[in-house]
């Protein structure tokens, strides 16, 4: 007898609990109803989203007022390099921007991900920009996470005429002695930079 007792009071138990749960999903539904009320306030919300991208452009570029290169490629791009900053834990960002300036879209070519097997397979992306410091005759390659993607800006597959888009790229930091280095990246031109 104490068997079903048992058995009654778990299951007394269980619907007391899918009560109580289905009372604050329908609270929580209510919620939303006296949202969507105010659903300007929902679509301001989104516009931050939204706007996010370009937020984080401006992060990536943090001061598009300086420009430490310009280097048209053969292929109608053109790259900006606006900084070359140090950061904490021996890091070394560059950012700037690219933009077409073909007059017709283009198509990003793919000797930009670089030649490596694990950073082809990761994508599109800047993986095979590179520096090299002349003085300490060291090249240095765009930094990988731990599972092998790049730390550099992803996903660019084309530009239509006139599009410019903000891309950063982070190296492991020359010594503090080295104030220059050369910029090179497929298809484009050599470009010394300044490092801050």
Not at 110 to 138: C, F, H, I, P, Y
Request: proline share 5%; with cysteine.
């Amino acid at each position: 007898m104490s068997m079903w007792r048992g058995a009654k009071a778990r299951r007394a138990a269980g619907a007391a609990l899918a009560t109580m749960a289905l009372a604050v999903s329908l609270t929580a539904c209510g919620s939303g109803g006296d949202d969507s009320k105010g659903e300007g306030g929902g679509a301001s919300s989104s516009a931050p989203a939204k706007e996010t991208p370009q937020d984080t452009g401006g992060t990536t570029v943090p001061d598009t007022s300086q420009t430490l290169a310009t280097i048209n490629g053969s292929n109608g791009f053109q790259f900006i390099i606006h900084t070359a900053v140090r950061d904490d834990g021996g890091f070394l960002t560059v950012t700037g921007s690219i933009k077409n300036i073909s007059g017709k879209r283009q198509v990003v070519p793919s000797a930009w991900n670089g030649d490596e097997k694990q950073v082809r397979q990761t994508g599109r992306s800047l993986a095979g920009m590179t520096l090299v410091d002349k003085v300490e005759k060291k090249r240095y390659y765009v930094l990988r996470d731990t599972d092998g993607y790049p730390l550099t800006t992803t996903g660019i597959v084309g530009l239509d005429a006139d599009e410019t888009v903000s891309f950063f790229a982070q190296f492991p930091a020359p010594p503090d002695s080295t104030t220059k280095v050369d910029l090179q990246f497929p298809t484009l031109n050599t470009a010394t930079i300044e490092i801050s």
